[in-house]
T-cell receptor
Framework: GQSLEQPSEVTAVEGAIVQINCTYQ??????LSWYQQHDGGAPTFLSY????GLEETGRFSSFLSRSDSYGYLLLQELQMKDSASYFC??????????????FGQGTELSVKP | EAGVTQFPSHSVIEKGQTVTLRCDPI?????LYWYRRVMGKEIKFLLH????????ESGMPNNRFLAERTGGTYSTLKVQPAELEDSGVYFC????????????????FGPGTRLTVL
């Protein structure tokens, strides 16, 4: 089967840096994405790693190590509005199943003043 | 550019009834996906359309669920008859690029339809 593990919740203070880890066990791995969801609304795409290494987008960075089946999302200069659920999601490399995303259960991030 | 829209936003029905959910993807997006999040659990894939064709329906739970995408534009997901375990939030997502069996990253999600089956 396919499975992704991420912490259920993380708490940090405004201005701090937080890292949300994701480990995965999937067949036919193609890439790792991160999504943000506020209050159960539409998940919003944050970043994608298809190759090993770090991708940076403003205050958000994402890292992937395919040999370790591991990735993380790094959020810097935390703001109150960053309080949300964060999901890692794997894209598979399986013929005719290359479009779907396999999601982790989500990490609830609480940013305190 | 308008985002992905879904209708209705909420639906409360009784067990055994039928419900039809609608998704309008971003204009020009060939790929359309349906996902579902049951309370407290992960977002799970249901189905993937490329234009009007079903590319992957490996996540459809059973034959009470029927998805269509007539003309390759909007899509509907019908649940008939609904059961208690069908309750959850149904998300639709779309993306533009496709190449063979793989698509570019970054799916755009709609706000979801919250379905409650009593």
């Amino acid at each position: 089967g396919q499975s992704l593990e991420q912490p259920s919740e993380v708490t940090a203070v405004e201005g701090a840096i937080v890292q949300i880890n994701c480990t995965y066990q999937t067949s036919g791995f193609y890439g790792l994405s991160w999504y943000q969801q506020h209050d159960g609304g539409a998940p919003t795409f944050l970043s994608y790693n298809g190759l090993d290494g770090l991708e940076e987008t403003g205050r958000f960075s994402s890292f992937l190590s395919r040999s370790d089946s591991y990735g993380y999302l790094l959020l810097q200069e935390l703001q109150m509005k960053d309080s949300a659920s964060y999901f890692c999601a794997v894209s598979l490399l399986i013929y005719n199943q290359g479009g779907k995303l396999i999601f982790g259960q989500g990490t609830e991030l609480s940013v305190k003043p | 550019e308008a985002g992905v829209t879904q209708f209705p936003s909420h639906s409360v029905i009784e067990k055994g009834q039928t419900v039809t959910l609608r998704c309008d993807p971003i204009s020009g997006h060939d790929n359309l996906y349906w996902y579902r999040r049951v309370m407290g659990k992960e977002i799970k894939f249901l189905l993937h359309f490329v234009k009007e064709s079903k590319q992957d329906e490996s996540g459809m739970p059973n034959n009470r669920f029927l998805a269509e995408r007539t003309g390759g534009t909007y899509s509907t997901l019908k649940v008939q008859p609904a059961e208690l375990e069908d309750s959850g939030v149904y998300f639709c997502a779309s993306s533009q690029y496709t190449s063979g069996s793989r698509t570019a990253p970054g799916q755009f999600f709609g706000p979801g339809t919250r379905l409650t089956v009593l």
